[in-house]
Each structure stands twice: as C-alpha cells, then as structure tokens.
C-alpha cells in the first residue's frame, strides 16, 4: 500500500492476532523522510498516526502517538498502529470501538523531527477493516475469499509472512510465487506438495522444491498406477474439442518432451532448452537445446571445470560397485562405454528397412564402413572369423572365417572369405582374392585380380592382373601391372617368384618367373614367357627378349655398360667400359695419370694406364690425379729395366698399400 506522497512508502503490514479475539492492531512500517525526500537513518523520534474518515480533514476516530520509535539505517520504522497512547482529537474511547465495517478510512502519518511536526502524508486502508470486521476469522474459516483492487504487476493481491516480515507465500495478478529460505533451512524447509491418507503412516511427497533441488515423485508400479500416471506439462485451449497435446510427459520407462516442429508456428526460441545463468546481466548460456531440426549439448571447456562437468548418459543399480556411463562427453574426451566385450559397439543404417551396420566393434573384430565385415562369423572355431579389421565401404564383405586380415578402402578385400593374415589397403586392394593367405596389397587396385598368397604389391595397379601368381614383390605404381592380363583369354599364366621394384617395372610382362628387375620402366616391354632375367637402372633391359639376360646401364640400349648371360654352358659377362683406365701425360719414370672418381689409394685397386714415353733404368713412380706419387715395381720390389714400359704400351698394375706392382708388360 502506497502513500500519495512520494515522501512516504508502507512497505507491508500483517495482523496481530490476539489470542482467539478480533485483532486490534496491526503491524505498521514505513520510511522515515525529510522535507527534501532524504530518508532519516539511525534516529529515535516520536509518530502520530490517525484514522480518519476523509483524506483531508473529516471524522479522526482514532490517533495516537508512539514517543520513541527507532529508524534503521535505511530510514525505516516499524510499529503496531492501536498500541499507542491515545491523543484527545480521538471521536471512540478504545481503538476496539473503530467501526471497520464503515469504509473508506484513511490513516495519516506525522513524525517529529527538526523541532517541528511533519506531515508525512495519508493513505486509505484497504485490506485492515475486513481483517478487523470478520469475526470468522478467530476460528474456522468455511470460505474465504481475496479479491484484489490494484493493477499493479509487482504489488501483491495476497501474502503470507514469517516472523521476520519475510514473504513466504504471494498472489500477484500475473502470477503465484513461493519463495523458499536458500540458508540454514529446517527438515521441512522448501516447497512440497504431498499426498495423505487418514492413517498416521508417512505421507509420500509428490513435488519437492527446496534450494538444492526439484524432485518430482511418481507411482512406478504398474499395477497401481493409472493410464495417464506419471508426470506431465501439456497445452490446451479455452475450446473442450481436440486432443490435449503434452509437451512434457514423465513415467516410469520413458521421459517425453514435445515440441513444435512447424517452423510456421513455432517462435524464434522454440524448442526446448536447459540454460546456465548467474547475477549479472550477461546472455545466459544454454547446455541442453532441442528443436525440431537439430539438438545440441553446450559443455563448458575452461579448465576450471568440476570433474564430473560434461555429458553423460548412464546405468545404475542399489549397489556401490562402478557404474558404467554409456555415453560420456567432455572437451577432451568422448568416451562409449559397455558391458558386452563380444557385441560390443555398432552404428547401424535401417534405411529402406533392413539393419546395416557402418561401425560394429567387438574385442573380436573391427568393422568400421557400410556393411564392412557384414558376414563375418567368429563362431567357427578358436582362429577362424576372428582378429579382423575391416575399415571402408563393404571391406570385407563377404568374409566368413578369414581371421587376422586388415582391409582398408573402398571395396577392399570384398570378396576375400576364408584367406588370412593378409593386408588390403586402397581401394578395390585384394578384392578378388577369396582365399590367399599373407598378401600385402597396397594401392589402388593393387593385387585386384590375385586369388593366390605370399605376394607384395605396393603401388597404384601394383600385381593388379596377376590372379594365380605367387611369391612376388611388385613395389612400384603399376609394376607388373599386366602381369597375367591375358591369362583367361590366351592361357599366359601369370607370374611367380618376381621382384619388380619401380615405376612400371615389368609393366607389361604378361608370364614370366623368377625375373629381378630394378628400375623405372625396367623390362617394362617384349617380356613373356621370360624367365630367370636380372635388369638393373632405368629402363634397363626394355625391350630385350630373351631368358637369363643380365643388364646393367641406366638407358634402353641393347648393349648395357654390363652384360650378363646365365645359360648354363653360355655363361659371360661383357663389360662394355673401361675399368680404371686412363692416359699418361707424365714424363720418363714418372707416370701421371688421370682416371676420374678416384680420389684415394686402396689396397688391391687395380689400374690401366696407356703410357706415355718409355722408362729408362731406375726407379718409376706412378701418379693418379692430384694424389702423392707411388713407387712403381717389376717382379714385386724390383726397378724396371729399361724400356721395360715402352712407349704406347698398356700397363696394368695394382697397389699393394705402399707401392704400385706391375703385371704388365712382363708378369711377376
């Protein structure tokens, strides 16, 4: 209730019920100011209060004054208006003589302060004369009924106080609020609705509100719980027609939340959101949000969060022992748990009706990819179907009992059923191979066609044709690429036992076994039916096309700088290249030689020289590059005679690790 003076605010009152009689008196507070609208803390001074017939002037039935009341430190007062000494312009004897059932009146307040008397102003009385006049109200009530006259969104219509003027209890035009102590609150301190029966057994508590928690509690029996038990929040409308629709709805085996999915109807913030909030006036923040095209969890990701902070679905029963999260998320971790290591955890498509597992994981295998391992039984015997990992779009479909291979990519290994310990990676890898056994195909396409085991094909189209072959290594993008190509249409059985190691080494080799060759496009061409060949360097031995060739040179020449036949009876090798060679450009008895690369004497290295001029008697020496001349012999330690070396002639010597001996002209 309010003054009209802005000098002068009534806080509250409440009746002061005398033992089982009419109240007569009631608590009075107010706001002590100054002529200026300061407010008056920390004095004691007297106050007259009257109750009058009009707002200015009229009837006074009542005044009386309190000599020594006390304002705190925020100006205000507090009083019981009948328990003050009456004054003579009093028209009644006794405050009990007021006639309350004569409205309106109206109560005046004066203060004195500054040696004179103020008038703080004069409010009408609204709520006291029924409270005073109702003599119902000293026992049992049969009815009652609050009707309220003001408009005001924030005064209360009805209220309800403790013994500390607190509101515990208020009705608002818009609205009812409970307000609950959040301190040291009692047993029974909080809000709870409750159900009770007429024996003096414990009363079961149906909502709970108290400052540390909401508890909502529900009959889960369902041989006692009715068909709509539970608990729900549902909307309606002023009509009786058409189904009510809930929009929360809580039982025993399921929570429910409803939610508008017409984007037409629905507003900007609908949906249905849990959100953190504090004092200030910052933009709360949501942690749970739920609309009809998404759902989102807001987790706090500062490092000062609680330990249990997160998200977490979880299992629980009445013991103590580790309860199992099923579904853990925080900022560093997402965490699946479950209590069946042998099923495990899967993600699984039922478009179209029919269940297909993208990710199926289990202690036993690892399927990660539509349909990946889909056949796969671990129920054969203690090997078989097991120790699988199969990642990619149906890698390793149709394996049944193949234990121990790991297929990667698209397609990879899909046809494999029973072949083991094999490693698939790229798309289509191994995916003809139904039953070899320790393959390593890595690459697109890479072994492709192989049904055979014991083979290594890395590389883009690496053994990609090569169906029956086995024992070979194909490192290389499209190293033997061709490599049985023509197997099924002109019985070229494809390869075995060959390491093709290169950009399309043997490329094109369409049969052939126990073949070596090294090299980019090394015996790429003209290589069927080849077998037993050893071709080294760049594109060495291209184009030849015979068996047990040897060919060392970095080009496609016919004659390689070595050559090298292995026909038993035919064996040679030709070096098409000097070995050491160079010419002299010394003088008589000192031989300088250059031959390129050589930049140190070794023991055993042999050199060939043409000489220069012929030697005299005594001692020669020989010089190769910018190294320290070395005494040069005949017959091990001896000075050639001379024209021993004559000019023109070849002369082949080695070092021994001290000097140069000759073995030509004259051998030792």
């Not at 009152?13 to 200026?36: E, H, M």
């Not at 580790?322 to 699984?348: E, H």
């Not at 090294?518 to 071709?535: K, Q």
């Amino acid at each position: 209730m309010k003054t009209k003076l802005s000098l002068f605010f009534l806080l509250s009152f409440i009746f002061d019920l005398l033992s089982s009689q009419i109240p007569q008196g009631f608590n009075y507070q107010a706001i002590a100011r100054d002529q200026t609208g300061a407010v008056i803390p920390g004095v004691t001074l007297p106050v007259r209060l009257s109750i009058q017939s009009l707002l200015t002037g009229g009837t006074i039935f009542w005044k009386e004054e309190h000599s020594s009341v006390t304002t705190n430190s925020f100006g205000l007062f507090n009083l019981v208006v009948g328990y003050g000494v009456k004054q003579p312009e009093s028209t009644v004897e006794t405050f009990d003589l007021i006639d309350w059932s004569v409205s309106p009146k109206y109560i005046k307040t004066e203060i004195f302060h500054g040696g004179i008397w103020k008038d703080m102003g004069t409010s009408p009385l609204l709520t006291v004369p029924y409270a005073m006049t109702s003599g119902d109200l000293a026992g049992t009530v049969d009815k009652l009924a609050v009707k309220g006259t003001t408009s005001a969104l924030d005064e209360a219509l009805f209220e309800v106080k403790n013994k500390n003027g607190q509101t515990i209890f208020a009705v608002y035009n818009e609205g009812v609020r409970i307000y609950v102590d959040n301190g040291a609150k009692g047993p029974k301190g909080g809000f709870a609705v409750g159900g009770f029966d007429m024996t003096k057994a414990t009363k079961q508590e149906y909502l709970v509100v108290s400052d540390d928690s909401v508890r909502i509690y529900v009959d889960s029996n369902p041989l006692t719980k009715g068909k709509k038990s539970g608990f729900a929040v549902g909307g309606y409308d002023v009509t009786k027609t058409g189904t009510i629709q809930n929009y929360l709805d809580v039982s025993a085996d399921s929570v429910r939340v409803y939610i508008d999915s017409n984007p037409v109807t629905k507003k900007v913030k609908g949906g249905f959101a849990v959100g953190g909030y504090d004092m200030t006036k910052k933009v709360p923040q949501d942690i749970l949000r739920v609309t009809y095209d998404s759902t989102r969890i807001y987790i706090n990701d500062t490092p000062g969060k609680a330990v249990k902070s997160g998200f977490a679905v979880g299992g629980y029963d009445a013991s103590k022992a580790l309860k199992p999260q099923y579904l853990s998320v925080k900022p560093f971790q997402t965490n699946v748990q479950v209590n069946d290591s042998l099923k495990g955890f899967s993600v699984t498509n039922i478009q179209g009706g029919t269940a297909a597992d993208f990710m199926n994981i289990n202690k036993l295998n690892y399927s990660i990819g539509h349909e990946s391992g889909l056949k796969t039984n671990p129920n054969i015997s203690i090997i078989k179907g097991k120790y699988n990992v199969f990642f990619g779009y149906k890698a390793g479909f149709n394996n049944i009992e193949g234990y121990g291979n790991i297929f990667v990519g698209h397609l990879a290994g899909f046809n494999s059923t029973i072949g083991g310990y094999n490693v698939y990676m790229g798309f289509r890898a191994g995916n003809a191979n139904i039953n070899g056994n320790s393959n390593v195909f890595i690459g697109y396409e890479s072994g492709a066609a192989s049904t055979a085991g014991w083979n290594l094909y890395v590389g883009q189209g690496a053994g990609k044709a090569n169906s029956i072959g086995t024992q070979n290594s194909y490192l290389g993008c499209q190293a033997g690429i061709e490599d049985g190509y023509y197997y099924t249409e002109y019985g070229l059985v494809p390869g075995s036992g060959n390491t093709f190691v290169g950009f399309r080494a043997g490329a094109s080799s369409w049969s052939g076994n126990n073949n070596v060759y090294i090299g980019t496009r090394a015996g790429e061409l003209n290589n069927n039916y080849r077998n037993g060949r050893v071709f080294i360097g760049y594109m060495a031995g291209y184009n030849d096309g015979y068996d047990n060739r040897l060919y060392i040179d970095n080009s496609n020449t016919t004659a390689p700088l070595i050559f090298g036949d292995f026909t038993d009876g035919s064996e040679k090798l030709v070096v098409n290249g000097s070995f050491n060679y160079g010419t002299d450009a010394g003088t008589s008895n000192a031989y300088v030689v250059t031959i390129p690369s050589v930049n140190a004497y070794i023991a055993g290295m042999m050199v060939t020289f043409k000489a220069n001029t012929a030697n005299t008697a005594g001692a020669c020496t020989l010089k190769i590059n910018s190294l320290t001349a070395k005494s040069m012999y005949m017959k091990r330690d001896q000075n050639p005679t001379a024209n021993y070396i004559e000019a023109g002639s070849i002369v082949m010597a080695v070092y021994d690790g001290t000097s140069f001996q000759m073995l030509q002209p004259a051998a030792n």
